[in-house]
């Protein structure tokens, strides 16, 4: 009887040790899953909160825009000069860049606006020392279509103010004018830098404008400010020599037609901005 008890006894115990290691191996089984799916989840959230941050800071800043010229100085001459082809007022090879980007210019500088005609190059270098942006459109691009005027106006209207003066569109910026001389369909350009472009890309020109206007140049219309880093050495655009006559213009008035009702011209110069 006492050796069937134990018997008994000792199949219980089995049973149950049996049936415990049962649940354990259960357990560990479905265990499993659950912490994968958490390792899943978490390693998705932390994806999301690094492309949020990206997004909203954009991922570092921005590169520099455009490309670097040499410095020309500044000189001034007498309004009306041509200085490409004028050496006894401006020196030989006055300008190491087409167009130029600094270098001897005239005394007045352009009324701000959009032109349907070609620009003095001399001319337009003192809106530069004055911290503004001009951009030009050679005369087979599209900017010389009615199309292309239309949608360079529409640009001018929505210029933003000067990045540190804070100075309204046609008080300081932008020019638009017609250069054909350029390797580009189109380049905007600031004192000392030339951004090449094929097409008027809105968006492109303004961050260029904000980047690099009222830093670069040597007339400051407020508080001084430091410019962007920039670790390139000035370089050449590669370009064609300017013709010695001007251009033709369109068949379209010269004068800008968001600016002053006096047009510039080569003999009289238009009134300051």
């Not at 089984?29 to 994806?47: F, H, K, Q, T, Y």
């Not at 005369?139 to 003066?165: H, I, M, W």
Request: aromatic share 6%; proline share 10%; charged share 15%.
């Amino acid at each position: 009887m006492a050796k069937k008890r134990r018997t008994a006894n000792v199949q219980r115990q089995r049973a149950s040790a049996e049936a415990l290691n049962r649940r354990i191996d259960q357990g560990s089984g479905s265990a499993l899953p659950d912490w994968r799916l958490l390792l899943i989840g978490g390693v998705i959230v932390v994806g999301v909160l690094i492309l949020a941050l990206v997004l909203v800071f954009g991922g570092g800043p921005a590169a520099n825009l455009g490309v670097q010229q040499a410095d020309d100085g500044r000189t001034h001459v007498a309004d009306g000069t041509d200085c490409r082809n004028d050496p006894a007022q401006c020196g030989t090879n006055p300008y190491s860049s087409v167009p130029a980007v600094s270098g001897p210019h005239w005394g007045t500088p352009a009324a701000w606006g959009v032109y349907s005609s070609p620009l003095a190059e001399s001319q337009a270098i003192h809106n530069l020392e004055h911290g503004g942006i001009v951009i030009l459109y050679r005369g087979d691009s599209s900017g010389a279509t009615p199309d292309g005027q239309a949608k360079l106006r529409a640009l001018y209207e929505a210029f933003p103010n000067s990045p540190v003066c804070n100075v309204p569109k046609g008080e300081l910026a932008p020019v638009m004018a017609r250069f054909d001389q350029m390797s580009s369909p189109f380049q905007a350009i600031v004192w000392g830098r030339v951004l090449p472009l094929e097409t008027q890309d809105d968006a492109k020109i303004i961050a260029f404008y904000e980047q690099w206007a009222e830093r670069t140049n040597p007339e400051k219309q407020c508080a001084p400010v430091s410019s962007p880093a920039v670790s390139t050495a000035p370089s050449e655009l590669p370009s064609t020599a300017p013709s010695t006559a001007p251009s033709a213009a369109p068949s379209q008035s010269s004068a800008p037609s968001a600016a002053p009702s006096a047009a510039p011209s080569a003999s009289a110069a238009p009134s300051p901005s």
